[in-house]
């Protein structure tokens, strides 16, 4: 957390932390995000999980800015309204901005809003699912399910590959203990 609060303080950057669910990629950014907040006037934390959780975040960041709702609009209406006023916020404003990106999943959801001149964190499970210039990419890592559980059967069976098809195992690591004391290896 240290360094990249460090890189942040600078310029504006744009910062993907991206590896397997569990990982702790959205901790680090909100941890950075709360170690800078005397940095950066204005912050928000955009949950990019759904279509739906992504207009709810946009919302309530544009309402904290000061965005009002008009009356007699459409979701979709509201929607368009809101990324357009954000947009013309993000495109206007002397201030520091810091938004993290959590979750996102669209690579199109990144250009929802001009973020040029302002300092991003994404958190993505895919490295490739953010295409943009990065000033740092950052992998969290550790064993997939299927590596960790591979490495279970293997360090039970002395060494030795199962015979048992990927297929077949358990689909957590939650299941794993349970099914590695069954005699199925």
Avoid at 2 to 22: A, I, M, N, R, Y
Avoid at 50 to 58: F, P, V
Avoid at 93 to 108: A, F, S
Wanted: glycine share 6%.
């Amino acid at each position: 957390a240290e360094q990249l609060t460090d890189l942040l303080q600078g310029q504006p950057k744009k910062v993907l932390l991206w590896g397997d669910s569990g990982m702790g990629k959205s901790t680090l950014a909100a941890e950075v995000a709360y170690r800078l907040r005397g940095t950066f006037p204005v912050q928000h934390f955009v949950c990019c999980t759904t279509q739906e959780t992504l207009d709810n975040s946009l919302f309530v960041f544009a309402t904290s800015l000061g965005y009002k709702m008009l009356a007699d609009k459409t979701a979709d209406e509201q929607t368009a309204e809101v990324r357009a006023w954000l947009s013309t916020y993000l495109s206007k404003t002397q201030d520091r901005v810091l938004l993290v990106m959590d979750d996102l999943r669209r690579p199109g959801d990144l250009k929802l809003l001009p973020l040029e001149g302002h300092t991003v964190i994404v958190t993505s499970l895919s490295k490739n699912t953010a295409a943009a210039d990065y000033s740092r990419v950052t992998y969290l890592g550790g064993f997939s399910t299927y590596d960790a559980l591979k490495a279970l059967v293997n360090a039970r069976n002395g060494g030795k590959n199962s015979s048992h098809r990927k297929e077949t195992w358990p689909t957590s690591l939650d299941d794993a203990s349970a099914w590695l004391s069954k005699d199925y290896l």
